[in-house]
């Protein structure tokens, strides 16, 4: 009887690992930008000497920061998600099911490299 493999090759880690650290470094640089934006770091308008005349204009951009707010919340998790991926990989115990125990396929980790659940268990949850 074979055995099954409970986790994977330190080589098979190396190219997750690498998959995640290109993935953290657009994710930081896309917060970094979403960030600048909400504080208006680049902004030379007038937006905020400029009578309020236009309030039209002022509820759209209340309504662009909020999503861009909400955005950057959602940057922030995914970029957590990638440094506990890589604590994992560090531990080696990266891309194992954190339900089943068993391995979460390849191509998921490639695909979503922060995963803890293949796509079974994941559905099984939701359940």
Partial sequence: MAEIRKRYSDEDLAEFKKI?????ERARLDY???MRALRNDEGNDVADTSPTYKILEEGS???NKAELIMLAQRQQKFIQGLEAALIRIAN???GVD??????????????????TLSVESKMKNKH
Avoid: S
């Fill in 32 to 34: 970094n930008d979403m």
């Fill in 20 to 24: 995640i650290d290109e993935k953290l």
């Fill in 92 to 94: 080696k115990t990266y």
């Fill in 61 to 63: 951009t209340t309504q």
């Fill in 98 to 115: 954190r339900m089943t125990g068993e391995l979460i396929p390849k191509e998921r980790l490639r695909a979503v490299p922060h995963a």
